[in-house]
Nanobody, 122 residues
Framework: QVQLVESGGGLVQAGGSLRLSCAASGRTSGYMLGWFRQSPGKEREFVAH????????RVTDSVKGRFTISADNSKKTVLLQMNNLKPEDTAVYYC????????????????WGQGTQETVSS
């Protein structure tokens, strides 16, 4: 079992920054951590994922150059640094864990956090 707790969401103006944190606990070894987001009326969307080593990571094209994912294996924490935020980034952001390698499909992620709301005002 893996437990995930997100924090760091909030309200920010367009062009601003936020940093989301995901604290993982339980049997995290061998799992990859990812971030997804979901806006009202839309499907859950892949944002980024990373291995615990932190050496290999990927972000989706729509946020490339603005979002950065990082991992602190000693603290079992994954961060999502979001810069130059846009109103279309408004969503509930979820942290998730998967035992599958390098997947961006939500269906492949076994464990999910409760989500944290991020709102970007124009």
């Amino acid at each position: 079992q893996v437990q995930l707790v997100e924090s760091g969401g909030g309200l920010v103006q367009a062009g601003g920054s936020l940093r989301l944190s995901c604290a993982a606990s339980g049997r995290t070894s061998g799992y990859m951590l990812g971030w997804f987001r979901q806006s009202p009326g839309k499907e859950r969307e892949f944002v980024a994922h990373i291995g615990w080593s932190g050496f290999v990571a990927r972000v989706t094209d729509s946020v490339k150059g603005r979002f950065t994912i990082s991992a602190d294996n000693s603290k079992k924490t994954v961060l999502l640094q979001m810069n130059n935020l846009k109103p279309e980034d408004t969503a509930v952001y979820y942290c998730a864990a998967t035992g599958a390698a390098w997947t961006s499909r939500a269906v492949d992620f076994d464990y999910w956090g409760q989500g944290t709301q991020e709102t970007v005002s124009s």
